[in-house]
């Protein structure tokens, strides 16, 4: 009798009741009228387990409306899983396991860890618990993932959950407001430092800047004062030198010579005579002021 095996499947076969080891490869293929014949999937394949209703520690029933396993049947591990198990292999190892799992789970925490705190972790726990088992007891059987939904809880804790939830998530906004707040204020805050180090620097910079021009004008001032100072020291020394007794009568003589007026009478000479005698008078007074000096 001619069959097909579908890709993705091998063909297994029974006659008289027993499992032959015997299996074929996708295609058509002929076998005899008292063989049965059965396609086994040994490509991925996701099994859909709905309505799950569990308990939890606190007593609260819930339910999980579907549960999602993706595995796979190795090839090599077909007759043998088939032989211990069946063609519905899946429902012991992935149907009631799921089941089973579920409810371990459900039993052992409150309704808080399994709605919210540990939710995120409920697909690797169902994964590593149906994984240990087929690993020990069937070995063809590859658990790939487990995807779990939100279960249904009564209505009234619902509302509770998603009022705490909204709480919370004001609490996170609000506190997420703060924080950025202080990121401001503390960026504002490096600002200012920044600002006041840089106003501090300019500050510095300046003072330097006057301070050396105060020096420059200090050291110019000092140099024109020695200059000034040497100046009038040699400018006395000048007029001491010009106080000889020739040089005060050459002014003496200049003075006479200079005056327009002329006089006439018997006093004349007496009055020459007392200029001299006022000229020898100042070439002393120099001499003396000379040799004070």
Same mark, same amino acid.
């Given at each position: 009798?001619?069959?097909?095996?579908?890709?993705?499947?091998?063909?297994?076969?029974?006659?008289?009741?027993?499992?032959?080891?015997?299996?074929?490869?996708?295609?058509?293929?002929?076998?005899?009228?008292?063989?049965?014949?059965?396609?086994?999937?040994?490509?991925?394949?996701?099994?859909?387990?709905?309505?799950?209703?569990?308990?939890?520690?606190?007593?609260?029933?819930?339910?999980?409306?579907?549960?999602?396993?993706?595995?796979?049947?190795?090839?090599?591990?077909?007759?043998?899983?088939?032989?211990?198990?069946?063609?519905?292999?899946?429902?012991?190892?992935?149907?009631?396991?799921?089941?089973?799992?579920?409810?371990?789970?459900?039993?052992?925490?409150?309704?808080?860890?399994?709605?919210?705190?540990?939710?995120?972790?409920?697909?690797?726990?169902?994964?590593?618990?149906?994984?240990?088992?087929?690993?020990?007891?069937?070995?063809?059987?590859?658990?790939?993932?487990?995807? &779990?939904? #939100?279960?249904?809880?009564?209505?009234?804790?619902?509302? $509770?959950?998603?009022? @705490?939830?909204? *709480?919370?998530?004001? +609490?996170?906004?609000?506190?997420?407001?703060?924080?950025?707040?202080?990121?401001?204020?503390?960026?504002?805050?490096?600002?200012?430092?920044?600002?006041?180090?840089?106003?501090?620097? &300019?500050? #510095?910079?300046?003072?330097?800047?006057?301070?050396?021009? $105060?020096?420059?004008? @200090?050291?110019? *001032?000092?140099?024109? +004062?020695?200059?000034?100072?040497?100046?009038?020291?040699?400018?006395?020394?000048?007029?001491?030198?010009?106080?000889?007794?020739?040089?005060?009568?050459?002014?003496?003589?200049?003075?006479?010579?200079?005056?327009?007026?002329?006089?006439?009478?018997?006093?004349?000479?007496?009055?020459?005579?007392?200029?001299?005698?006022?000229?020898?008078?100042?070439?002393?007074?120099?001499?003396?002021?000379?040799?004070?000096?």
């Amino acid at each position: 009798m001619l069959h097909q095996v579908p890709e993705g499947y091998v063909g297994v076969y029974w006659r008289g009741g027993a499992l032959l080891k015997a299996t074929t490869e996708p295609g058509y293929h002929l076998k005899s009228s008292i063989t049965e014949f059965e396609p086994i999937q040994v490509t991925l394949q996701t099994d859909q387990v709905k309505d799950i209703p569990c308990g939890t520690k606190g007593g609260v029933m819930i339910n999980f409306e579907k549960i999602e396993v993706v595995n796979r049947l190795r090839k090599e591990y077909v007759y043998e899983t088939l032989v211990n198990y069946g063609v519905k292999y899946d429902k012991t190892w992935i149907y009631d396991k799921i089941h089973h799992e579920i409810n371990q789970f459900c039993s052992s925490h409150t309704l808080q860890e399994v709605y919210i705190d540990m939710f995120d972790q409920i697909d690797d726990k169902m994964k590593e618990a149906i994984q240990a088992d087929c690993i020990r007891y069937a070995p063809g059987i590859e658990i790939i993932s487990v995807r &779990v939904t #939100k279960p249904s809880i009564p209505e009234s804790i619902r509302r $509770n959950f998603e009022q @705490m939830e909204e *709480e919370r998530t004001n +609490a996170l906004i609000a506190m997420e407001h703060q924080r950025v707040a202080e990121k401001e204020a503390e960026t504002l805050k490096k600002i200012a430092i920044s600002e006041a180090e840089k106003n501090s620097q &300019v500050s #510095k910079i300046l003072m330097q800047q006057r301070l050396m021009e $105060n020096e420059m004008f @200090m050291a110019r *001032e000092k140099s024109l +004062a020695d200059a000034n100072f040497y100046r009038v020291m040699k400018e006395a020394e000048a007029n001491k030198l010009k106080l000889s007794p020739q040089f005060l009568e050459l002014k003496f003589i200049e003075a006479i010579a200079s005056n327009t007026k002329i006089f006439f009478g018997n006093k004349i000479a007496h009055m020459v005579s007392d200029q001299r005698l006022l000229g020898n008078f100042l070439q002393n007074f120099a001499a003396k002021d000379y040799s004070d000096g």
